[in-house]
């Protein structure tokens, strides 16, 4: 394995270990989401839990300011989101992003496959997804 992925794994670990988090939960007609912000504001991401789908939820909306980019928010804000679906006893997480596209390519480093093209949207929009255990 590369070092510098071996370096950017403990670097991002220790950035989320020290990161918090502010949360807001909202009730739908379809269901609940959750609002998750970094304390100082510079990312946010949303997870939503859909009343039709119960053992799935939807990671939408990550987002990180471009002056913090590339130090370790977005897998922190992902992690978060992550452990938000764990303890709603979801069993997937899906994300939508654009087709080859680099956000494509990140959410893959992290552990999502591919869950194919969706049609609504001209198929230029794919479904990624990733089963978690909620032990």
């Known amino acids: 394995m590369n070092y510098l992925y071996i370096l950017l794994y403990y670097i991002e670990n220790y950035v989320y270990q020290k990161m918090k988090f502010i949360k807001h939960r909202n009730t ?10 970094t304390n100082d504001g510079c990312g946010t ?11 799935a939820a939807n990671i939408t909306g990550l987002s990180v300011y471009k002056d913090k980019r590339n130090k370790g928010y977005g897998t922190a804000l992902l992690k978060e989101a992550e452990k938000e679906a764990k303890e709603h006893n979801k069993e997937i997480i899906y994300i939508s992003c654009d087709k080859d596209s680099w956000i494509e390519d990140w959410y893959k480093r992290k552990g999502y496959e591919d869950d194919g093209l969706i049609p609504e949207f001209d198929y230029k929009v794919r479904r990624l997804k990733k089963e978690i255990s909620i032990l």
């Open 45 to 55: 991401v949303t997870v939503q839990f859909d009343d039709e789908f119960p053992c």
């Open 28 to 37: 739908w007609c379809w269901g609940t989401s959750t609002i998750i912000i």
